[in-house]
């Protein structure tokens, strides 16, 4: 079955740095476009970057702009957050999708999220 399993979450103080992590099992992830949102309490779930099959374009929410990367890594199923200079408002339960369209259909699948807290 389908899995994104999210790790790297945790505590971290404001100007510091987390890795998020992203495997993902039971598609075909190299032709799925993969993404991280986030949801702060009481907000919407907000795309934070996305990144193409390939991984040959990136697009940013302007929040993060210079801040956060992602990549990802076909052979190893996994997609990447690297999120430097953080901020209290970069708190969040952290998700991860991928996407695929083909024709009419619509593809999706979400991961269970995991959880970063920023503050000193």
């Known amino acids: 079955q389908v899995q994104l399993v999210e790790s790297g979450g945790g505590l971290v103080q404001p100007g510091g740095s987390l890795r998020l992590s992203c495997a993902a099992s039971g598609f075909t992830f190299s032709s799925y476009v993969m993404a991280w949102y986030r949801q702060a309490p009481g907000k919407e779930r907000d795309l934070v970057a996305a990144?193409?099959?390939?991984?040959?374009?990136?697009n940013y929410a302007d929040s993060v702009k210079g801040r956060f990367t992602i990549s990802r890594d076909n052979a190893k199923n996994t997609v990447y957050l690297q999120m430097n200079s953080l901020k209290p408002e970069d708190t969040a339960v952290y998700y991860c999708?991928?996407?695929?369209?083909?024709?009419?259909?619509?593809?999706?699948?979400w991961g269970q999220g995991t959880q970063v807290t920023v503050s000193s």
């Open positions: 990144i193409t099959s390939a991984g040959g374009s990136t």
């Open positions: 999708k991928a996407e695929r369209v083909s024709g009419i259909l619509r593809y999706d699948y």
